[in-house]
T-cell receptor
Framework: EAGVTQSPTHLIKTRGQQATLRCSPI?????VYWYQQALGLGLQFLLW???????NRGNFPPRFSGRQFPNYSSELNVNALELEDSALYLC?????????????FGPGTRLTVT | DAKTTQPNSMESNEEEPVHLPCNHS???????IHWYRQLPSQGPEYVIH???SNVNNRMASLAIAEDRKSSTLILHRATLRDAAVYYC????????FGKGTRLHILP
């Protein structure tokens, strides 16, 4: 069974541009989560989608947005990129939104803003 | 938001048990306690979770205090492959990962 996949692996953008990151969950999983991991820091929760709806978001500005498609894949968009947005962006999926289900993480997209 | 507090780092000798503590004094009655670990250059992986009772699985054991304000992840026999950052998180409507504990295993 395929795990969580993310694309691209690496992304280089300049300040002010927009970045789009993609995530495909494990087959059968309906919940998708996005996290930011800046160098040397822990994981910061960004967004949580389930069944196409945004369930909750972390303490990030509105220029971080996303969506979940009918096939449960998800996209994270970051507008007006800033240098401090450089980080590893991790996507995870779980069977559904219940707190009992574990999250399975993808390998991440490394975003570099210059 | 419910928060967790973990030591920044810990050391243990190989083949000895490791007890990783986590404080979550503001936990609510419906919060599940989850543990994940992140090996170098990898995404986090699930370790174990529980609500009130102690839990065991093939990777580890989770001991939850009676008042649920703290928990301890127990690796029964640490190996070099267990060197990682261990995160204790509380699951409610939001998901809060703390900074985790970096576990060093000494051969």
């Amino acid at each position: 069974e395929a795990g969580v996949t993310q694309s691209p692996t690496h992304l280089i953008k300049t300040r002010g541009q927009q970045a789009t990151l993609r995530c495909s969950p494990i087959s059968g999983h309906t919940s998708v989560y996005w996290y930011q991991q800046a160098l040397g820091l822990g994981l910061q929760f960004l967004l949580w989608y389930d069944e196409g709806e945004e369930r909750n978001r972390g303490n990030f500005p509105p220029r971080f947005s996303g969506r979940q498609f009918p096939n449960y894949s998800s996209e994270l968009n970051v507008n007006a990129l800033e240098l401090e947005d450089s980080a590893l962006y991790l996507c995870a999926s779980s069977l559904d939104l219940a707190e009992t289900y574990e999250q399975y993480f993808g390998p991440g997209t490394r975003l570099t803003v210059t | 938001d419910a928060k967790t507090t973990q030591p920044n780092s810990m050391e243990s000798n190989e083949e000895e048990p490791v007890h990783l503590p986590c404080n979550h004094s503001t936990i609510s009655g419906t919060d599940y306690i989850h543990w994940y670990r992140q090996l170098p250059s990898q995404g986090p992986e699930y370790v174990i979770h529980g609500l009130t009772s102690n839990v065991n699985n093939r990777m580890a054991s989770l001991a939850i205090a009676e008042d649920r304000k703290s928990s301890t992840l127990i690796l029964h026999r640490a190996t070099l492959r267990d060197a990682a950052v261990y995160y204790c998180i509380l699951r409610d409507d939001k998901i809060i990962f703390g900074k985790g504990t970096r576990l060093h295993i000494l051969p």
